[in-house]
């Protein structure tokens, strides 16, 4: 099967599902996006696999492939974070993002000033000092790199596997600011050197300082992104039982 087909299935319906050209409960038939996408009838089973996997579909027999709403979605996955960005609903998906990350990463840097291994310690002094140097130059593909790196470090030295698995979504979240141009030419000289004080305390032990860089990071970024959001309404969802 080709994989670029694949890729290319599941990102069409993707992106219409969560875009809303696609809404909840409409039903569409495998010979239908066949024809539409000019694929296989394996591409497109596989291709609703991977949408049932992420809660966008399902498959009724003798019925077809149905839309699932909103609430049925995995919102932790990658890819429906992405389309979300994509989307018109690229606001409160930031917005979501934001306050979930606010929420973890500061925590994550206590934890990882007292649990980190050496080795991850002296990495993310050194990628703070490259995040500055790329900051400084305007190099955004690189500073993105870096940022992504430095966060994930973040997330895995402080030794919680569910704060870990967050580092996919703190990527897809870093990567939609800067190809939305929700990022400045130049990083804010606070943001580098707050990145810098995060580093430090982790790598001295500090849990506390490290906890307070950290919050400073995510507040900055709240305020910055906030207007993003400022008119998209929250979600309630019903808890489950």
């Not at 080709?2 to 010979?31: C, D, F, K, Q, Y």
Request: aromatic share 4%; glycine share 6%.
């Amino acid at each position: 099967m080709s994989t670029s087909l694949h890729h290319r299935a599941i990102e069409h319906l993707g992106t219409s599902i969560v875009g809303g050209s696609l809404p909840a409960g409409h039903v569409v038939l495998a010979e239908q996006l066949e024809d539409e996408l000019k694929v296989s009838r394996s591409v497109v089973r596989e291709a609703v696999r991977v949408l049932q996997s992420l809660g966008l579909v399902e498959t009724i027999k003798r019925v077809g492939i149905r839309v699932l709403p909103a609430d049925r979605w995995n919102p932790f996955d990658p890819l429906v974070i992405r389309w979300r960005l994509a989307g018109d609903a690229r606001g409160a998906q930031l917005r979501s993002l934001a306050e979930l990350r606010s929420a973890v990463e500061p925590i994550a840097a206590e934890l990882a000033a007292l649990n980190a291994p050496e080795a991850l310690r002296r990495e993310l002094l050194e990628v703070s000092d490259a995040m500055r140097a790329a900051g400084e130059a305007g190099d955004l593909p690189l500073f993105l790199n870096l940022d992504i790196r430095f966060h994930s470090l973040l997330l895995t030295g402080s030794g919680n596997e569910m704060f870990a698995n967050l580092v996919g979504q703190v990527a897809e979240t870093l990567t939609g600011r800067t190809v939305l141009g929700l990022m400045p030419d130049h990083p804010s000289e606070a943001a580098l050197r707050w990145h810098r004080e995060v580093a430090e305390a982790i790598a001295a032990a500090d849990s506390v300082g490290a906890r307070e860089a950290a919050d400073r990071i995510m507040r900055h970024s709240l305020a910055e992104l906030e207007p993003n959001w400022r008119d998209q309404p929250r979600v309630f969802l019903q808890p489950h039982h």
